[in-house]
C-alpha cells in the first residue's frame, strides 16, 4: 500500500495491508459469498508442477475439512521419491536463467501477485475457513500478511539490487553485490499455510532463486491454489516446482540431495533438527554448505506482574492462547502471574475463556474453530489427561461430540513450573497458569524453557519493563500487549534457542537469507 513517501527506487513506501472489517454489514456478505464460491470449487485435484511440466500420479492425498471431516476440500498427488530427485534436478537447469532475470522484473512479478491476492483476498480467506480451519478473522489476517510479504520482500529486493556501498580505499573503486544462491527447498507449515508458504517463497523467488514448494500434507490445496497465482501474477512456470507427498520421503530426498542449495522450513522442533542435520551432511557432487532457515516452535510465556491493568492481561493471555485454537508457535500456552494478584486474575480468567464459542469457522459468531486433524485433537487430548494430574482443570477439558475436531478452550492453574504441560509444546487451546513469588521468579520461569520465540509482559513498572527488554529471552517481545499477532515490517520475527534461527521474517534482515554477498574491488 503506498504513504506519503516513495522508495528510492520509485516503489510507494510499504504500509501494512488494512483488515476488511466484517462488522459492516456488506464486508459480511462479501465474505459469505465467498465461502459459497469456494464450496462450488471443493473436491477438485490438482496436478504436481515440475517447472511448468503438470503431472498426476498412482498415489493421492486428500485433504477434508477440519471442521466437517467428511467434506473433501481437495485432492493432490502423492509425488514419489523419484520425482523429488527429478524436480531438483530440473530447478537447478532453470537456476541459471531465471537468476540473470533482472531484478525490477522478478519485483515486478512480486508485487503483481500482492495485487492478485488482495483483489480475491476473501477468496483466499475462505480456503483457509475449509481447509485450515480458521475463522474470518485469522484468515483475513493471514491474508494480508501474505499481501504485506510479498510487498516488503519487493522492496527489499529494490533496496539490496545493485552495488552495495562499501569503504572506498584510494586506488579502489569496490562494491558489493548480492547474488542468488540456487535452488531452494520451502516446506511451509499447516498452520500459516498461506501467509508463511507466501512469504518464504516469494523471498527466494524475488532473490532470484528456483523454488521447490512441498506443503504440509494438512493444507496442500491452499498451497495448490497459490501455486496458480504465482503463475497468473507472472511468475515463469520454470521457476519454481509444486510437489505435494510425505514429509519423511519426499521431504527428505528434496534436503539431501546434493543440489539443493538451501533449505527454508517452518514447523516443529523435531522436524526442523532432523531437516538441519540432514542438510549438515555434505553428499557426492555437493559443493556448498547448505543453508537451512528453520523457524520451529514455542513455549510462550506471558508475565503478568503485581501492578498490572490486570482486565488488559486477562483479555491479552486469552486472545494470545486461544486464537487459531492455540495452533501457532506464538501463542501463550504459560501465563506465570504475581502471587499478589494470582487469585484475581484465575477469578477474571475463567469467566472470560467461557464466553469463547467454539464451532465451525464458517460461521462468524464462532471464535474458535476446530483442531487440525484428528491425530492432533488425540494429542492435545492426551496433554489434557496428563494435565489433570498436574494442575487444577479451572474451565474445560472436553471435546465437543460434534463430527469435527474441536476442544474447549481449556486452563489449567497452579501448575508446577516443572510439569510438562508447562514445559511442553501442545500447539492447541491449553493453557497452564502458574504462580510467581516475585518478579524475579516469574522472570525465571519464562526464561526456564528450551525454546524462545514470544514472549510478552503485563506491568506499569518501569524497571521490570526494563528488565523484560534485556533478560526476557525471545525473539519477539511484547509490552503490556498480547504475544501473537506479529505486523510485517514492525515485528521482524523468529526466536531464539530451539525455537529455530532466529530468521526474523518480515524485517530487513530476511532477504539476506536468500543471498550471497560477492565483494569486487577494481584497481584503478
Known amino acids: 500500500m503506498a504513504s506519503e513517501g516513495t522508495h528510492p527506487l520509485g516503489i510507494p513506501e510499504f504500509r501494512n495491508e488494512p483488515y476488511t472489517d466484517f462488522a459492516q454489514a456488506e464486508n459480511l456478505v462479501r465474505m459469505e459469498a465467498a465461502q459459497e464460491l469456494v464450496r462450488t470449487r471443493l473436491g477438485r485435484q490438482y496436478d504436481l508442477l515440475l517447472c511448468g511440466e503438470r503431472i498426476r500420479t498412482d498415489e493421492r492425498i486428500t485433504s477434508v475439512n477440519p471442521a466437517r471431516p467428511d467434506e473433501v476440500v481437495g485432492i493432490v498427488q502423492k509425488a514419489t521419491v523419484e520425482l523429488a530427485e527429478r524436480a531438483v534436478e530440473e530447478a537447478f537447469r532453470q537456476f541459471p536463467a531465471w537468476s540473470r532475470t533482472p531484478a525490477s522484473d522478478r519485483i515486478g512479478m512480486a508485487l503483481r501477485l500482492a495485487a492478485l491476492i488482495r483483489e480475491r483476498k476473501l477468496e483466499f480467506n475462505a480456503w483457509l475457513v475449509f481447509e485450515a480451519g480458521k475463522t474470518w478473522p485469522e484468515a483475513e489476517a493471514e491474508v494480508a500478511e501474505a499481501v504485506d510479504f510479498c510487498e516488503y520482500y519487493a522492496r527489499e529486493m529494490a533496496r539490496l539490487d545493485g552495488p552495495q556501498p562499501v569503504v572506498q580505499l584510494p586506488g579502489e573503486i569496490g562494491e558489493m553485490r548480492y547474488l542468488p544462491l540456487g535452488?531452494?527447498?520451502?516446506?511451509?507449515?499447516?498452520?500459516?499455510?498461506?501467509?508463511?508458504?507466501?512469504?518464504?517463497?516469494?523471498?527466494?523467488?524475488?532473490?532470484?532463486?528456483?523454488?521447490?514448494?512441498?506443503?504440509?500434507?494438512?493444507?496442500?490445496?491452499?498451497?495448490?491454489?497459490?501455486?496458480?497465482?504465482?503463475?497468473?501474477?507472472?511468475?515463469?512456470?520454470?521457476?519454481?516446482?509444486?510437489l505435494t507427498g510425505s514429509g519423511a520421503k519426499i521431504g527428505d530426498a528434496l534436503v539431501a540431495h546434493p543440489k539443493t542449495r538451501f533449505i527454508s522450513f517452518t514447523g516443529s522442533r523435531d522436524v526442523g533438527l532432523h531437516i538441519n542435520e540432514l542438510a549438515a551432511k555434505p553428499r557426492p557432487g555437493q559443493i556448498w554448505i547448505k543453508r537451512v532457515v528453520a523457524e520451529m516452535g514455542g513455549k510462550d510465556a506471558i508475565l503478568v506482574d503485581a501492578d498490572c491493568d490486570l482486565d488488559a492481561a486477562v483479555e491479552g493471555v486469552t486472545l494470545s492462547a486461544f486464537g487459531y485454537q492455540g495452533q501457532k508457535c506464538s501463542a501463550c500456552s504459560r501465563a506465570i502471574v504475581h502471587a499478589d494478584v494470582y487469585d484475581a486474575f484465575v477469578a477474571k480468567l475463567k469467566p472470560r475463556v467461557e464466553k469463547i464459542r467454539v464451532g465451525a469457522p464458517d460461521d462468524p459468531a464462532h471464535y474458535m474453530g476446530p483442531v487440525i486433524s484428528a491425530s492432533a485433537r488425540r494429542t492435545i487430548?492426551?496433554?489434557?489427561?496428563?494435565?489433570?494430574?498436574?494442575?487444577?482443570?479451572?474451565?474445560?477439558?472436553?471435546?465437543?461430540?460434534?463430527?469435527?475436531?474441536?476442544?474447549?478452550?481449556?486452563?489449567?492453574?497452579?501448575?508446577?513450573?516443572?510439569?510438562?504441560?508447562?514445559?511442553?509444546?501442545?500447539?492447541?487451546?491449553?493453557?497452564?497458569?502458574?504462580?510467581?513469588?516475585?518478579?524475579?521468579?516469574?522472570?525465571?520461569?519464562?526464561?526456564?524453557?528450551?525454546?524462545?520465540?514470544?514472549?510478552?509482559?503485563?506491568?506499569?513498572?518501569?524497571?521490570?519493563?526494563?528488565?523484560?527488554?534485556?533478560?526476557?529471552?525471545?525473539?519477539?517481545?511484547?509490552?503490556?500487549?498480547?504475544?501473537?499477532?506479529?505486523?510485517?515490517?514492525?515485528?521482524p520475527f523468529g526466536g531464539f534457542n530451539m525455537s529455530g534461527t532466529d530468521s526474523k521474517a518480515g524485517g530487513p534482515d530476511y532477504m539476506l537469507l536468500f543471498l550471497q554477498g560477492k565483494s569486487i574491488a577494481e584497481r584503478v
Open 381 to 491: 487430548l492426551s496433554y489434557i489427561e496428563t494435565g489433570r494430574g498436574e494442575g487444577r482443570l479451572l474451565t474445560g477439558g472436553n471435546a465437543p461430540e460434534s463430527g469435527g475436531y474441536f476442544i474447549e478452550p481449556t486452563v489449567f492453574v497452579d501448575v508446577d513450573p516443572k510439569a510438562r504441560i508447562f514445559q511442553e509444546e501442545i500447539f492447541g487451546p491449553v493453557l497452564a497458569v502458574t504462580k510467581a513469588s516475585d518478579f524475579e521468579e516469574a522472570l525465571a520461569m519464562a526464561n526456564d524453557s528450551v525454546y524462545g520465540l514470544t514472549g510478552a509482559i503485563y506491568s506499569r513498572n518501569p524497571e521490570h519493563l526494563r528488565r523484560a527488554r534485556d533478560e526476557f529471552f525471545v525473539g519477539n517481545l511484547y509490552l503490556n500487549r498480547k504475544c501473537t499477532g506479529a505486523m510485517v515490517g514492525a515485528h
Open 183 to 242: 535452488v531452494g527447498v520451502v516446506i511451509p507449515p499447516w498452520n500459516f499455510a498461506f501467509a508463511i508458504l507466501c512469504g518464504m517463497t516469494v523471498a527466494a523467488l524475488v532473490a532470484g532463486n528456483t523454488v521447490i514448494i512441498k506443503p504440509s500434507s494438512e493444507t496442500p490445496v491452499i498451497a495448490a491454489v497459490f501455486a496458480e497465482a504465482l503463475l497468473e501474477a507472472g511468475f515463469p512456470p520454470e521457476s519454481f516446482c509444486f
